[in-house]
């Protein structure tokens, strides 16, 4: 993935709370065995509707979502971080997150930012007064700002996370240089395989 | 001081725990299914990697399997895909798999315990959200993304956040009519979607330990909808006796050395909770969900709850939207609402147990005529122990429908959708907006009141079904 350091766009606010993942990207969409594509089946289900915010011409090219809380909660299907990115958006910007949505986000590239819910208010405020208001997010300094507006926050994210946005690290790279580690747990370990529970055919031997 | 169970299958797993990062933790079962891993499949081919652990690695198709005779063929070409594309991976890379037919295909919650493969104290992952199911067995199962299914199947491991803990203790004996549907069902409706976040819960009490372990793995299938990564329930001597004789565990003497073993997974007498909830199984009562999530439940003698009497304003919108994309009036009496479709299946409740819970209502009745009632058992065991029960007869004798395995309309992703406007009486997990299929309505209920709505038309108590 690439790395990330200061994202910079304009910002499109989703005030709804409980945006689970069947209204991110519905089921229909999970049957497609590729990874790209899936941004058209964004929120697909509200965008038939005209006066849906991401119909609304002011926000067209926003590339950094807020909305309400509890963004993301629901299955695990980690298409919805695919269809943002598609769509796209590089960050979300709530004041809270589904956990398995988070940490899918973070092995993307897809930047979670979690803000005191008066502080998304605020900004969504900020952005509803002036659409063309930039909002800058600095992975580095862990600050979101407007600067326009003179508008800036600190926000967290877990040191791992963190470092694997700025140096764009892949997860399995990262964790094969513990190889030999796992080996030896491996050869340590006695918790039962499937080795003979089966035939080739998968009947139960 | 003493150590939970969660503590203890954690600890056991830590492949290294290096300073600053998550602890890498070892992966003992990775179950498959056709939805969440050709993309990671295609992710290994892209950079030349293999599966570390084929022995360690299980797959099935269910999440788009469509419900018809096996005979016909699967008409919408993206689901034939996703079928195709999980054998020909399987097979490229050395994994078992149980294609649409096999006689060990079913929901993958559903066939990993009844072929005893999954076992206490294991790690256990798959792509999908319920798979805190297998935490019924004392096992550490919790669901896991593409990206993490793409790096299981590498390196057999996981970086995780080590949870925190919660113990939920429902305490003294439920009563008759109360299901572990029901249990559940009450425990989101007291935690709420977000209350379980960032924990692991472990579920206690008597009302616990009397469940059979069908009646846990519906308790631990739900922790997600509380907002938890995982649920666990110890090992007794319930779970000894269900794997015994089960494929994936040995025979004789080697079980009984084993299961001795797993008897070590039960908490501490001093272990000690991050959290604590305590619930009085006497006060539980038959539920159903009258909104829009999975925390929205009322008695079923209750009924339909106002947006005032929520002084949180997000909780009073919630509830209004959930009221008006449901089609409900507050203070409707929930006894008063009529289904359009009862759909019993799914990895929450379709094992034997369930059929036969609702078999026990239905039997000698006609569900109502304008109601359309399906049974999806969860797996080909299951159907078959059901047939040779003959529960099946039961149910096409009342006007159910009797059909093949797999996760059907508890995500709508095959043809057994819901229509714009139908509501359904679900013994699902899940009654978000839209789930079994656009515009759809869905109330989460246990099999015997499913049973019993279909034969009333709405949502009754089977103590109403009867000549
Ligand atoms: S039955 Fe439903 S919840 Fe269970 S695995 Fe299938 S889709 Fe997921």
Redesign the interface.
């Known amino acids: 993935m690439k790395p990330v350091r200061v994202l910079e766009g304009r910002a499109v606010p989703l005030e709804r709370?409980?945006v689970?993942t069947?209204?991110i990207i519905?089921?229909?969409w999970?049957?497609?065995?590729?990874?790209t594509g899936f941004g058209r089946g964004l929120f697909s289900?509200w965008r038939d509707d005209p006066s849906f915010v991401l119909n609304d011409q002011s926000y067209v090219g926003a590339s950094i979502l807020i909305a309400?809380?509890?963004f993301g909660?629901?299955?695990?299907?980690?298409?919805a971080?695919w269809a943002l990115m598609d769509y796209g958006f590089v960050a979300v910007i709530a004041p809270?997150f589904?956990?398995?949505f988070r940490?899918?986000s973070s092995?993307?590239g897809l930047v979670i930012v979690q803000l005191p819910q008066v502080d998304v208010e605020g900004l969504i405020q900020l952005i509803k007064d002036d659409a063309t208001r930039l909002v800058v997010i600095d992975v580095d300094q862990l600050r979101v700002e407007v600067p326009e507006a003179g508008w800036q926050r600190s926000f967290e994210l877990?040191?791992?996370t963190r470092e694997r946005l700025l140096h764009g690290w892949d997860?399995?790279g990262?964790?094969?240089r513990?190889?030999a580690?796992?080996t030896k747990?491996?050869t340590t370990?006695h918790?039962?395989?499937?080795?003979g529970?089966?035939d080739s055919d998968?009947?139960?031997? | 001081m003493g150590r939970t169970l969660f503590e203890k299958i954690w600890d056991e797993h830590i492949?290294?725990s290096?300073e600053?990062?998550?602890t890498?933790l070892?992966i003992?079962?990775h179950l498959v299914h056709e939805?969440?891993s050709?993309?990671a499949f295609?992710?290994l081919r892209l950079?030349g990697?293999t599966v570390r652990?084929p022995?360690?690695?299980?797959a099935t198709a269910d999440?788009?399997v469509p419900t018809d005779p096996i005979s016909t063929p699967v008409n919408?070409p993206?689901?034939r895909?996703?079928l195709e594309?999980l054998e020909e991976n399987c097979h490229e890379f050395g994994i078992?798999?149980?294609p649409r037919g096999?006689?060990?295909q079913g929901i993958v919650h559903i066939i990993g315990p009844e072929?005893g493969?999954t076992?206490p104290?294991?790690t256990i992952v798959c792509?999908?959200?319920h798979t805190s199911t297998h935490g019924a067995f004392g096992s550490l199962a919790f669901?896991?993304?593409?990206?993490?299914v793409?790096?299981v199947l590498?390196?057999?491991?996981l970086?995780q956040?080590q949870a925190k803990t919660m113990s939920v203790t429902v305490e003294g004996k439920a009563p008759a009519a109360v299901s572990a549907k029901d249990i559940v069902l009450a425990i989101v409706g007291t935690l709420g979607?977000?209350g379980g976040?960032?924990y692991v819960i472990e579920y206690r009490g008597e009302a616990i330990t009397d469940l059979s372990m069908e009646g846990r793995m519906t308790v631990c299938n739900m922790s997600i909808e509380a907002?938890a990564?995982a649920g666990l329930v110890a090992v007794d001597e319930t779970t000894v006796d269900y794997l015994r004789g089960r494929?994936?565990?040995?025979q004789g003497e080697e079980f009984e050395a084993?299961a001795n073993h797993w008897r070590t997974y039960v908490s501490d007498d001093d272990a000690v909770f991050d959290a604590e909830l305590v619930i009085d199984a006497s006060k539980l009562v038959p539920s159903i969900t009258w909104g829009t999530?999975p925390a929205q439940v009322v008695a079923l003698s209750g009924m339909v709850p106002s947006p005032d009497e929520f002084d949180d304003p997000?909780q009073k919108?919630?509830t209004e939207r959930s009221l008006a994309y449901m089609g409900l009036t507050p203070g409707t009496p929930v006894r008063d609402i009529e289904v359009d479709v009862v759909f019993i299946g799914s990895c929450t409740n379709s094992r034997i147990e369930d059929l036969r819970a609702a078999a026990a209502v239905v039997e000698g009745q006609r569900v109502a005529s304008s109601v359309r009632a399906l049974i999806v058992p969860g797996s080909h065991r299951v159907k078959k122990q059901a047939e040779s029960e003959g529960l099946d007869k039961i149910f096409l004798d009342a006007g159910f429908e009797w059909r093949e395995p797999g996760c059907s309309m508890c995500?709508?992703?095959n043809p057994d959708q819901l229509k714009v406007g139908q509501r359904s009486a679900s013994t699902t997990n899940?009654n978000?907006?839209?789930?079994q299929g656009?515009g759809g309505r869905t109330h989460l209920v246990s099999p015997a009141v499913a049973a019993a709505t279909a034969i009333k038309g709405h949502f009754a108590a089977p103590s109403e079904v009867g000549p």
């Open positions: 709370s409980d689970d069947d209204q519905p089921s229909d999970l049957k497609r065995v590729e990874r289900e309400g809380p509890r909660t629901g299955s695990s299907r980690e298409h971080v809270s589904g956990d398995i940490n899918n092995k993307q877990d040191p791992m997860d399995i990262l964790t094969m513990r190889e580690a796992i747990y491996e370990s918790a039962p395989t499937l080795v529970v089966f998968g009947h139960a031997r | 492949v290294a290096p600053g990062e998550p890498l070892y003992d079962l939805v969440t050709p993309q295609d992710g950079n990697r652990r022995d360690r690695t299980l999440h788009n919408d993206v689901s895909r996703q594309a078992t798999v149980f096999h006689e060990n072929l493969v076992q104290g294991m792509g999908d959200s669901g896991i993304g593409t990206s993490e793409e790096h590498a390196t057999q491991t970086p956040q979607t977000g976040a960032g907002g990564r494929p994936g565990v040995p084993l999530n997000d919108n919630a995500l709508g992703m899940r978000f907006e839209g789930r656009r």
